[in-house]
C-alpha cells in the first residue's frame, strides 16, 4: 500500500525482518539486547547524575563525557525499542515516517558521537601537552561551543538523507532484512537511480568520520611524544591511565562502525547474519561499554559510585 505525491511514491510501512537466520532464537538474542539496554541506559544516566551534581567535575573532560552519554542514550533508545518489540512480540511493521525519523536519529547521532570523541581527543592533548593552559584555553564557553558545533554538523549534515530519500519513488518491495532503519537499507527498496544519494552517503562518512579519525590520529601522536618526553617514568604511567580509557571507547565505536559501513557497500560476501548481528551491536556495545570503562578507569567517578552504593556521603 503506498502514498503518492507530486514527485514521489512510498509505502504507508515496511517490514523489520529482525535478524534473518536467527528467527528461531529471536526471543533469546532479544534477552541478550535488553540486557545490554538496560546497563546502556543505567550506567549512562548514572555517569549524567553524578557529573550534574557533583560540581568538581564541571571540568572539560567531564562536560564531554556528558555529552557522550546523551548521544549514547539517544542512540541506543532509537533503535532497541523497537528491536525488542520485532524479536519478542513479532512487531515487524514500521510506518513509514518513523524509518525515516529512525534513519536520522542513528545517523545524526553517531556523527554526533564522533565529535565528541574528536572533542575528547583535542582535551587530552591540550590537558598534557599544555597542562597549565588548559583551563584558559578549553573554558566552560568553548566547550559547549565545540558540543554546538559537533551537534549542529550531525545535523545538518544528515537532514539531506531523508530529504532525498523522501523525494524518490520505491518499488513494491517493502522488506528489510534487518531490525532497523538504516539509510543504505532503506536505499536499496527504491526504484530509481540513487548514485547521488550514495555519493552523498560516502562524502559524509568519509568527511565527519575521516576528519574525526585524523584529528583524533594527531592528537594521540602528539600526546604521544609528549609523553615519552617526560622524565619520570610514574608521570608516564599517570598520562597514559588519563587516556587509556579513551583509546578502549574509541576502538569500541569506530571498529564496529566502519565494518558496518563497508560491509554495507563491498560486504557482499558477508553472511547476512553476520552483518545484521554486528549492526546491532555496533548500536548497543560502545553505550554500554562507555559508562562501564570510564566508571572503572575514571577515579573521581568511581568514587562517587561506590560512595553512593556504600550510602556514604562524598
Given at each position: 500500500?503506498?502514498?503518492?505525491?507530486?514527485?514521489?511514491?512510498?509505502?504507508?510501512?515496511?517490514?523489520?525482518?529482525?535478524?534473518?537466520?536467527?528467527?528461531?532464537?529471536?526471543?533469546?538474542?532479544?534477552?541478550?539486547?535488553?540486557?545490554?539496554?538496560?546497563?546502556?541506559?543505567?550506567?549512562?544516566?548514572?555517569?549524567?547524575?553524578?557529573?550534574?551534581?557533583?560540581?568538581?567535575?564541571?571540568?572539560?573532560?567531564?562536560?564531554?563525557?556528558?555529552?557522550?552519554?546523551?548521544?549514547?542514550?539517544?542512540?541506543?533508545?532509537?533503535?532497541?525499542?523497537?528491536?525488542?518489540?520485532?524479536?519478542?512480540?513479532?512487531?515487524?511493521?514500521?510506518?513509514?515516517?518513523?524509518?525515516?525519523?529512525?534513519?536520522?536519529?542513528?545517523?545524526?547521532?553517531?556523527?554526533?558521537?564522533?565529535?565528541?570523541?574528536?572533542?575528547?581527543?583535542?582535551?587530552?592533548?591540550?590537558?598534557?601537552?599544555?597542562?597549565?593552559?588548559?583551563?584558559?584555553?578549553?573554558?566552560?564557553?568553548?566547550?559547549?561551543?565545540?558540543?554546538?558545533?559537533?551537534?549542529?554538523?550531525?545535523?545538518?549534515?544528515?537532514?539531506?538523507?531523508?530529504?532525498?530519500?523522501?523525494?524518490?519513488?520505491?518499488?513494491?518491495?517493502?522488506?528489510?532484512?534487518?531490525?532497523?532503519?538504516?539509510?543504505?537499507?532503506?536505499?536499496?527498496?527504491?526504484?530509481?537511480?540513487?548514485?547521488?544519494?550514495?555519493?552523498?552517503?560516502?562524502?559524509?562518512?568519509?568527511?565527519?568520520?575521516?576528519?574525526?579519525?585524523?584529528?583524533?590520529?594527531?592528537?594521540y601522536v602528539m600526546i604521544l611524544r609528549t609523553v615519552l618526553g617526560l622524565p619520570a617514568g610514574e608521570a608516564r604511567l599517570k598520562a597514559f591511565g588519563t587516556c587509556a580509557s579513551h583509546v578502549c571507547v574509541i576502538l569500541a565505536f569506530y571498529i564496529p562502525a566502519l565494518f558496518t559501513f563497508l560491509t554495507h557497500r563491498f560486504g557482499h560476501r558477508v553472511p547476512r547474519v553476520v552483518h545484521v548481528m554486528l549492526a546491532n551491536l555496533y548500536l548497543l556495545v560502545p553505550p554500554m561499554l562507555n559508562p562501564i570503562i570510564y566508571g572503572v578507569r575514571t577515579k573521581q567517578i568511581?568514587?562517587?559510585?561506590?560512595?553512593?552504593?556504600?550510602?556514604?556521603?562524598?
Amino acid at each position: 500500500m503506498s502514498a503518492s505525491g507530486n514527485s514521489s511514491s512510498h509505502p504507508m510501512s515496511f517490514i523489520l525482518l529482525g535478524i534473518p537466520g536467527l528467527e528461531n532464537s529471536h526471543f533469546w538474542v532479544a534477552f541478550l539486547f535488553c540486557t545490554m539496554y538496560v546497563v546502556a541506559v543505567v550506567g549512562n544516566i548514572t555517569i549524567l547524575h553524578i557529573i550534574r551534581t557533583d560540581h568538581t567535575l564541571h571540568e572539560p573532560m567531564y562536560l564531554f563525557l556528558a555529552m557522550l552519554a546523551v548521544t549514547d542514550l539517544v542512540l541506543s533508545s532509537s533503535t532497541q525499542p523497537k528491536m525488542l518489540a520485532i524479536l519478542w512480540f513479532h512487531a515487524h511493521e514500521i510506518e513509514y515516517h518513523a524509518c525515516l525519523i529512525q534513519v536520522f536519529f542513528i545517523h545524526a547521532f553517531s556523527s554526533v558521537e564522533s565529535g565528541v570523541l574528536m572533542a575528547m581527543a583535542l582535551d587530552r592533548y591540550v590537558a598534557i601537552c599544555f597542562p597549565l593552559r588548559h583551563s584558559s584555553i578549553l573554558t566552560p564557553s568553548a566547550v559547549g561551543k565545540l558540543g554546538a558545533v559537533v551537534m549542529m554538523r550531525g545535523l545538518l549534515w544528515v537532514s539531506p538523507f531523508c530529504f532525498m530519500v523522501s523525494r524518490m519513488p520505491f518499488c513494491p518491495s517493502q522488506i528489510i532484512p534487518q531490525s532497523y532503519c538504516e539509510h543504505m537499507a532503506v536505499l536499496k527498496l527504491v526504484c530509481a537511480d540513487t548514485r547521488v544519494n550514495r555519493a552523498y552517503g560516502l562524502f559524509v562518512a568519509f568527511s565527519v568520520v575521516g576528519f574525526d579519525m585524523i584529528v583524533i590520529s594527531i592528537s594521540y601522536v602528539m600526546i604521544l611524544r609528549t609523553v615519552l618526553g617526560l622524565p619520570a617514568g610514574e608521570a608516564r604511567l599517570k598520562a597514559f591511565g588519563t587516556c587509556a580509557s579513551h583509546v578502549c571507547v574509541i576502538l569500541a565505536f569506530y571498529i564496529p562502525a566502519l565494518f558496518t559501513f563497508l560491509t554495507h557497500r563491498f560486504g557482499h560476501r558477508v553472511p547476512r547474519v553476520v552483518h545484521v548481528m554486528l549492526a546491532n551491536l555496533y548500536l548497543l556495545v560502545p553505550p554500554m561499554l562507555n559508562p562501564i570503562i570510564y566508571g572503572v578507569r575514571t577515579k573521581q567517578i568511581r568514587d562517587r559510585v561506590t560512595q553512593g552504593c556504600c550510602g556514604k556521603d562524598p
